[in-house]
């Protein structure tokens, strides 16, 4: 059965941190495109960094680069998003999706969430004084 399970997700002060995960099973994310998505209140579902399979490239949102960095963890199948100096417009759910078809760039992966055949439920991320 293929599941995405995230993690880490909670409430911090601006400037703080926090690392998401995302655990695959069924399936090995290695294999797949894999991104980190997130939908704010009354906001349209973004892409925030993204992972591609088939040229190994990696992407990230102008609004995220330099605090967020995403990696795999292949030994355990784990997908992570280390966010530091969190900002309250990072306030989202945040969302983990992957697709064992979808080629092409980080950047059209994030771009076109529609294509990403497994998702997550969420987490929720909230930056609050």
């Known amino acids: 059965q293929v599941q995405l399970v995230e993690s880490g997700g909670g409430l911090v002060q601006p400037g703080g941190s926090l690392t998401l995960s995302c655990a695959a099973s069924g399936f090995t994310l290695n294999d797949h495109a894999v991104g980190w998505f997130r939908q704010a209140p009354g906001k349209e579902r973004e892409g925030v960094s993204c992972i591609s399979a088939s040229d190994g490239s990696i992407f990230y949102r102008d609004s995220v680069k330099g605090r967020f960095t995403v990696a795999r963890d292949n030994a355990k199948n784990i997908v992570h998003l280390q966010m530091i100096n969190l900002k309250p417009e990072d306030t989202a759910v945040y969302y983990c999706?992957?697709?064992?078809?979808?080629?092409?760039?980080?950047?059209?992966?994030?771009?076109?969430?529609?294509?990403?055949?497994?998702w997550g439920k969420g987490t929720q991320v909230t930056v609050s004084p």
């Open positions: 999706a992957s697709d064992p078809v979808v080629v092409g760039n980080a950047r059209g992966i994030c771009g076109f969430a529609n294509g990403m055949g497994y």
